[in-house]
């Protein structure tokens, strides 16, 4: 079994910055792309940004300039940095993981999401 644990949600004005964390542990061999999500109240969920276990990124439009996805894999842990915060960015944030068990069996893993909220 694999579990993801967030940190870093909480309350910051606009224009501020917030740092996500999350770790995932477990029946771990490997992990392939890790990445962010989030839903705002009344919206689907939407990626944020993505990271592979060679660091290549992908980000949503809507992110790009702003956030900074890493990783460090000694740790299986994936980071978002947060800057130039918007209200629009509002939202539950969760982590994903795709891994490969101990077992040599592939599956993808979602953390229990961590609150944003950005005030203007």
């Known amino acids: 079994q694999v579990q993801l644990v967030e940190s870093g949600g909480g309350l910051v004005q606009a224009g501020g910055s917030l740092r996500l964390s999350c770790a995932a542990s477990g029946s771990i061999f490997g992990i392939n792309t890790m990445g962010w999500y989030r839903r705002a109240p009344g919206e689907v969920r939407e990626l944020v940004a993505t990271i592979t276990s060679g660091g290549s990124t992908n980000y949503a439009d809507s992110v790009k300039g702003r956030f900074t996805i890493s990783r460090d894999n000694a740790k299986n842990t994936v980071y978002l940095q947060m800057n130039s915060l918007k209200p629009e960015d509002t939202a539950v944030y969760y982590c994903?993981?795709?891994?490969?068990?101990?077992?040599?069996?592939?599956?993808?893993?979602w953390g229990q999401g961590t609150q944003v909220t950005v005030s203007s």
């Open positions: 994903n993981a795709n891994v490969i068990s101990t077992r040599l069996t592939y599956s993808s893993y």
